[in-house]
């Protein structure tokens, strides 16, 4: 009768956790779960070194931030169909180039045999077998370049990666050195067309060409 009213002892103070501090502790999970998988293959392979990813130069801590802000997603390679598609568009986009170059034959050759004249030396490009058909390879090349070759390393994307949406990244999840881009999308390439085998891996579970395997990339969404 006289024990009045009882006191709530009930705690509602509730704590907001800010933007900041979410991406700190996604990352920091982040962090934890591969230090835990480096670990493992450490444990398995002693010889691995897991302090830095070789081939990105990146550290752990920021593969894992890089993880957290893709949210957590995992890696995986396009489909074959995707793969053969972006494949398609920039075999395109190369004949493209090549039947553009035919129109820039001619002025370049005149402007050169003009200039070899000038300097008394035609007589060389008299004895240059099928002059006409090297001039028109290196405007090839020139437009090639600048066209499919420097995207691919400053974006990561040619053309039909553009279209498909989809990009090269390291296989750790990070963005691939430019240097190493730079080998694969010259002599890694190179090897892969005249590697039967090279382009028969790109089509198999994997969805990696051989210069994928090489500088250990994958194209991805």
């Given at each position: 009768?006289?024990?009045?009213?009882?006191?709530?002892?009930?705690?509602?103070?509730?704590?907001?956790?800010?933007?900041?501090?979410?991406?700190?502790?996604?990352?920091?999970?982040?962090?934890?779960?591969?230090?835990?998988?480096?670990?493992?293959?450490?444990?398995?392979?002693?010889?691995?070194?897991?302090?830095?990813?070789?081939?990105?130069g990146l550290s752990?801590?920021?593969?894992?931030?890089?993880?957290?802000?893709?949210?957590?997603?995992?890696?995986?390679?396009?489909?074959?169909?995707?793969?053969?598609?972006?494949?398609?568009?920039?075999?395109?986009?190369?004949?493209?180039?090549?039947?553009?170059?035919?129109?820039?034959?001619?002025?370049?050759?005149?402007?050169?045999?003009?200039?070899?004249?000038?300097?008394?030396?035609?007589?060389?490009?008299?004895?240059?077998?099928?002059?006409?058909?090297?001039?028109?390879?290196?405007?090839?090349?020139?437009?090639?370049?600048?066209?499919?070759?420097?995207?691919?390393?400053?974006?990561?994307?040619?053309?039909?990666?553009?279209?498909?949406?989809c990009r090269v990244?390291?296989?750790?999840?990070?963005?691939?050195?430019?240097?190493?881009?730079?080998?694969?999308?010259?002599?890694?390439?190179?090897?892969?067309?005249?590697?039967?085998?090279?382009?028969?891996?790109?089509?198999?579970?994997?969805?990696?060409?051989?210069?994928?395997?090489?500088?250990?990339?994958?194209?991805?969404?």
């Amino acid at each position: 009768m006289g024990d009045g009213p009882k006191k709530n002892d009930t705690n509602w103070d509730f704590k907001v956790e800010s933007p900041e501090a979410k991406a700190s502790n996604s990352a920091k999970k982040a962090t934890d779960r591969l230090k835990t998988q480096a670990l493992e293959r450490k444990e398995a392979n002693p010889n691995l070194k897991i302090e830095k990813s070789k081939a990105s130069g990146l550290s752990r801590t920021k593969l894992a931030q890089m993880e957290a802000k893709r949210g957590l997603q995992e890696l995986a390679p396009i489909s074959t169909n995707e793969r053969l598609k972006s494949m398609g568009i920039d075999l395109g986009v190369c004949f493209g180039l090549w039947i553009a170059s035919k129109s820039f034959v001619s002025p370049v050759a005149l402007m050169i045999i003009a200039e070899f004249k000038a300097q008394n030396l035609a007589y060389i490009i008299e004895k240059i077998p099928m002059f006409a058909e090297l001039v028109r390879i290196a405007v090839f090349l020139v437009l090639y370049f600048f066209v499919m070759f420097l995207p691919a390393v400053i974006t990561f994307r040619t053309i039909g990666k553009m279209i498909m949406k989809c990009r090269v990244e390291h296989e750790d999840g990070g963005e691939p050195a430019r240097f190493s881009m730079l080998i694969r999308e010259s002599l890694g390439k190179f090897l892969t067309i005249v590697s039967v085998v090279g382009l028969v891996m790109g089509l198999v579970k994997e969805r990696r060409f051989l210069h994928d395997k090489m500088f250990k990339t994958m194209v991805t969404k």
